[in-house]
């Protein structure tokens, strides 16, 4: 599938490059996603995130490289291909003063949508990003969370083969965030490609197939989330709170297979594990034996770690 | 194309949705024609204007003629004369020298200075004041020609007089020796008003409506719109169809508005509604250029509104062109409204058909392809600017 770019892939992106005067913006960008797949771009502010979607929407010219959608090529004298392409800007592109219904009309229009069809259409998404019942309300009285909202409706009109999402969750409420991020799955799961950019780490590890590090303008490395963190070796850490013999249960502890190191913290020890999950049972067993355990909590190393091991930067500035 | 029809629709709704918009798009120009044509209308009965002598023959002469008009007459010395125009407590004054008397008492020509106040009714009784006058220039070349075949000159003036007597003086929308009345003849203040008025509303109303492609860019919907299937032509095209459609309507608006209210004759309302329409061409084209140069809507509202005002006093829409000196009638020739107006006044005035009005048509034309052309040009790099 996206691995290994068959001629399903949905978008393949080869090595795009493009600089804003002395600014390198993006220094070689490539990706595939497979139809059902979602990507996700992950990198701090300035990464070049917006300029290779800018670029795979056909909105910006590479200086180099190329971009197919659905195995035409994509730039901005390719105006057909993009009815294929369903683009939600970072920055809220809407007419405040129209309508919510009034501006999804427009966008819809702009696919060629008409009539029933349409009107159908703008129902179904509005429905999907639960804004159904404040249609007929100018846009410029809707809260941050639900412009963004019909923001992500109308790039999804036209049942686009491909979904570009850039940074869709910025600014909003966490149950606007949690109603966009369920929307996403959900479209992801009737097969719809996505690409999504974010700088937040949870949300590419909850939604995203495969994900790309971007910083600097390249993708500093690629795959699915445990990919990457098998990539930086971080461990597992479990975390064992309680009362007894910290020493014997070190001893002990040392002995489980998986294990690789116990340090005493706190009132308590932490145990770093390769596979935390699968050597839980024989680890709090071993604890167990010498401890009165008041708390196990496991902490997984996260996306964070890795950008900073990769780009020795924090994700969030 | 159906993507311009789109766009060009979203302009006209969003026009639509914004209440100033309403107010001067529907109201106040109906507003404007009734003080204009207050200011053109009827003439009798109103303006007031200082002499600055009334002892002389001339100064008693130029009194009578415009007592006749029942136009209200002061006199005051010349400083006196100015402060009262300066007051706005009189429309027009007329400086009368001892050297103009003594040139008048002598048979040879006069030149005298008329100062306008800016009052409303200022151009009017410019009118009444040259009407007046002419009216003496006609008896002084008739007296001259009396003495001439060998009338003693103080019979000879009796004579005339006596002929006088028994016709009317002149009236200001009769008499016919005067390039301005001559021009006027037959129309009614409204109509001048409601020509004017077309004109410059639809200016107006298309270069205010620069804000709204201000805000769609800043918005990034026009971004937007050309990550659909659309090509950024058909953005520009449909830019301009939704200001050329909101011009033409206002234009169209004024006309019917006017017709209905007032009773404004058009003439040939075929020729005047594609006056209009290519006029409307211009006022698009030139909304685009402002709303792809200027990245604030209110800096694009303030040049507008003031783009519009200037261009249509230069082209005659507030102080009628014939009125104009020759060098500012030339002015008013580099302007749309210029020639706009000069359209009208053939379709209104003269019964023109459209071989009479091809040459106004023909350059209107002109400007609207030069200035639609820089729209979208300017909207085209702007767009390549926005992304
Ligand atoms: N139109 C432009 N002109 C000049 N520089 C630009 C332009 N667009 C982007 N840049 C620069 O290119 C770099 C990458 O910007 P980009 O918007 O792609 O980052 P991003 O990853 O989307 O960041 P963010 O998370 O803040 O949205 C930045 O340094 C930015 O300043
Ligand atoms: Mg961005």
Redesign the interface.
Known sequence: MGQDGTSTDVVQVQDVTRSFGDLQAVAGVSLRIAPGETYGLLGPNGAGKTTTI?MI????EPDSGTVQLCGEPMG?RH?????R?G?V?Q????????KGR?NLN??G????LRGKELRARVDEVLEVVGLADRAKDPVKEYSGGMKRRLNIA?GLLHRPALLILDEPTVGVDPQSRNAILESVEALSGEGMAVLYTTHYMEEAERLCDRIGIIDSGRVQAEGTRDELIHLVGELDQVRMDGTGDLTAATDALQQVPGVQRVDPVGGGLVCAVADAPVHLAAIVTAASAHLELSDVEITRPDLEQVFLHLTGKELRD | M??AW?VA??EL??FL??RSNIFFTFVFPLMLVVVIGAQFGGGAGSGRVVLTDESSTLGQRIAAELDARDVTVDVGEAGQARETLARGRADAAVFIDDAAAAAFDAGDPVQLDLVLASTSGSSAVAQQVQSAVAELDREQAGVAALVQSGVDPDLAQDAWWDGEGQVPPARVDVVDVDDVSQAFAGVTGFDVGASSQVLLFVFLTALAGSATLI??RR???I??????????GSVVAGQALGRWVIAFFQGTYVMAGTSLLFGVQWGNVALCLLVVAVFSTVAAGAAMAIGAVLDNEGAASGLGVGLALVLAALGGCMVPQELFPSSLQFVASLTPHGWGYRAFAEIQRHGGTLVDIAGSLAVLAGFAAAVLALGSLLLRRSIARA?
């Open positions: 800018s929407a056909g909105l910006l901005p105006t057909k291909i993009r009815s392409l683009l800007p920055d809220l592109a809407l007419y405040p003063d129209l009034e427009y966008f229009a702009l696919q060629n109308a | 159906r993507a789109a629709l979203v709704r969003r949705r914004d805000d769609a918005h990034r919907v971004a937007r719109t050309l990550a659909a299937p659309v090509s950024a992304l």
